[in-house]
């Protein structure tokens, strides 16, 4: 059914930027046909297959060089699988007993993305290299894969999803894009992004769109409406502080020595989550007491002013670190990662300690340290003995399982904070995997479920007298900020692009105010309505 | 006649992913010499598909020996230089 004017599709907004436009429907293009057998000679089939892949490589050159920079290294890798040597040997292979050309092409890609399946490096590659192979099938049929946009107008894209070679033909034309799947991480949503295009993703209901339509995109409302009316678009909220300091801190998330000379330059309150893993991503040996005490002495003395809280390693199989040897597991997310490294990594953890402690000591920071993954009391306790056995700073622990978060109130005399990761609290809490874009939705961090944990959390901490914070993504959404200091968390930690933005917005009210937003956002029952509530009272006072 | 061998590590957090393999790719075809590699011990892969290098499965830590037909030392040392330069972290 078309869509009625004044009609509402929600999805997930990307960036700030609205836009009104013509809907443009990027149809998948006409069916491959069939493999078939080849009624040519073998010779014909060969040279009919070579031109194609050469067409398909040099269409790959132009694309390559109107995105320039990264995305330009991207095409030259694509276009060296497609020339691939042993590709053409196998495809040969196939036309010589007996297949057409495009058969013959379409079965070696297949064969080769067998052997390169299971693998989630490269997944992404894989999908690019099934795109070439129908790229060029459809050349051999003769069919019309590239897309045609206009250069001239004001085009709303609307399809599935955008694979990279589309993205790159986007026009100037452009100025919104719709897409049915991918979450705020495809693709398609970084492109938009970084070239300050109107984008809604996720967005099923924009199936009912029709070329020629004239639509307002307004990711700031998280919405598509069906109208030419640019002043229906959300305002993105302006803060403007009039108090000196925030509700609560802004601390800064670090992992690397650069990061932490960054969040110096920003107005952030220490460190709220220096992420330790990302100094042994490629280590292969475990790295000696005095390397790391050399790293994190280092680093703590180039971190901005006031407490820096370090999580020991974070790694699991889905964030391998060599020299641990992790073995690969069915579900790593749910595996042996965090803090459940103790087990066979005990050495390790406790030689970060100690090298915390001599870098406490030789920088004269003040030094929190936290461990990642803690399910039960009894972890957080062996781990706070831990920690306390080795070194005088004070101990928490990160809450992402469901499990510790109905149990922070039974920590008290236990640790002295907890530091919320909600990117692992809501995939544990919604069972959706962060890593799949189709289940962007229920990892929106205005999910009513989430805010009520949030809140269990912050009270449970409050009555058992420790600190608590959030050092996830949400904390760098200024509004949620101003929800979390209402929830009663004593802290939040954002990324470093977003301390004066968050900073801004804690000190544009008061605390009975953040607590008047807070109670109102938990009222509601739709991760929408509890946005668009949080925005609205915040803008009433 | 003779072949060098030579140990690379690979240090790209992400392995021996499409673009390095590409690059290798690119370069042993320059060089016009049939370079093989693989991990020690098992079936290597000729270095003129990044396919075929892919394929090997190659993670972030792991060393792997490239083994090139010439005498020529030098030219062997520096080609090995290069491959390691492309499986550098970024």
């Known amino acids: 059914m078309p869509s009625q004017p004044g009609a509402i599709l929600k999805g997930l907004g990307v960036g700030l930027v609205s836009a009104v436009g013509d809907v443009l429907i990027v149809k998948q293009s006409k069916p491959l046909p069939e493999w078939t057998r080849s009624t040519k000679s073998i010779d014909e089939e060969i040279s009919e297959l070579k031109s194609a892949i050469d067409f398909v490589s040099k269409n790959l050159d132009e694309l390559g060089q109107k995105a320039g920079g990264t995305s330009a290294e991207i095409f030259e890798a694509l276009k060296t699988l497609i020339e691939d040597e042993e590709l053409m040997e196998v495809a040969t292979a196939n036309i010589d007993v007996g297949w057409g050309a495009a058969a013959a092409i379409g079965k070696a890609v297949d064969e080769f993305a067998e052997l390169l399946g299971g693998d989630p490096t490269f997944e992404e590659r894989v999908a690019d290299f099934q795109d070439l192979s129908k790229r060029v099938q459809a050349r051999i049929a003769g069919i019309e894969m590239a897309l045609s946009i206009p250069e001239k107008g004001r085009i709303v894209l609307v399809g599935e999803d955008f694979s990279p070679a589309d993205t790159a033909q986007f026009t100037d034309a452009v100025v919104g894009v719709i897409t049915l799947k991918g979450g705020p991480t495809s693709h398609t949503a970084i492109i938009c992004r970084s070239k300050s295009i109107a984008a809604v993703v996720s967005c099923p209901d924009a199936a009912s769109l029709e070329t020629g339509d004239r639509v307002l995109v307004d990711p700031v409302g998280d919405r598509v409406l069906v109208s030419d009316d640019e002043s229906l678009a959300t305002k993105s909220l302006e803060f403007v502080a009039i108090n000196s300091e925030p509700l609560v801190p802004v601390r800064a998330n670090i992992g690397t020595l650069e990061d932490a000379k960054a969040a110096r330059e920003t107005r952030a309150n220490g460190v709220g989550l220096f992420r330790t893993e990302l100094l042994y991503l490629s280590a292969k040996t475990q790295p000696s007491l005095e390397q790391q005490v050399a790293s994190y002495t280092e680093i703590l003395k180039a971190a901005p002013e006031g407490p820096i809280v370090v999580r020991t390693i974070d790694a699991g199989s889905d964030k391998p670190v060599p020299f641990l040897n992790m073995p690969e597991e069915e579900n790593p997310s749910l595996g042996v990662r965090g803090y459940r490294l103790i087990v066979d990594h005990r050495d390790f953890i406790e030689s970060q300690l100690k090298a915390l402690e001599s870098a406490r000591v030789a920088s004269g920071r003040e030094v929190w340290v936290m461990a990642p993954m803690i399910a039960t009391a009894e972890e957080a306790k062996a781990f706070a003995d831990l920690a306390r056995s080795i070194g005088g700073y004070k101990v928490g622990i990160m809450v992402e399982t469901p499990s510790i978060a109905l149990i922070v109130d039974q920590l008290g005399g236990v640790i002295d904070f907890v530091s919320v990761g909600t990117n692992d609290l809501s995939q544990y809490l919604f069972a959706a995997d962060r890593m799949n874009p189709s289940l962007g939705a229920l990892l929106n961090h205005w999910q009513p479920a989430l805010i009520k944990s949030l809140a269990r959390i912050a009270s449970g901490a409050k009555a058992a007298g420790i600190s608590s914070g959030v050092c996830g993504e949400s904390a760098s959404d200024p509004a949620f900020a101003v929800v979390l200091a209402g929830l009663g968390m004593d802290s939040v930690s954002v990324s470093k692009s977003q301390v004066t933005a968050v900073h801004n917005a804690l000190s544009s009210l008061s605390l009975a105010d953040a607590k008047e937003v807070a109670n109102a956002v938990l009222k509601e029952t739709t991760a929408e309505a509890a946005r668009a509530t949080a925005l609205r009272e915040i803008a009433n006072r | ?90």
């Open chain 2, 1 to 90: 006649m003779s072949v060098i061998q030579g140990k690379v590590q690979v240090l790209d957090p992400i392995g021996l992913h499409a673009r390095p393999a590409s690059q290798i790719v690119k370069l042993v075809k320059e060089s016009g010499l049939e370079i093989t590699i693989g991990r020690t011990g098992q079936e290597f892969a000729k270095a003129n598909s990044a396919l075929r290098l892919m394929a090997l499965k190659i993670s972030a830590g792991e060393t792997l020996t490239v083994e090139i037909p010439t005498a020529d030392q030098a030219l062997a040392d520096s080609l090995i230089a290069q491959i390691q330069e492309f499986l550098k972290a970024d």
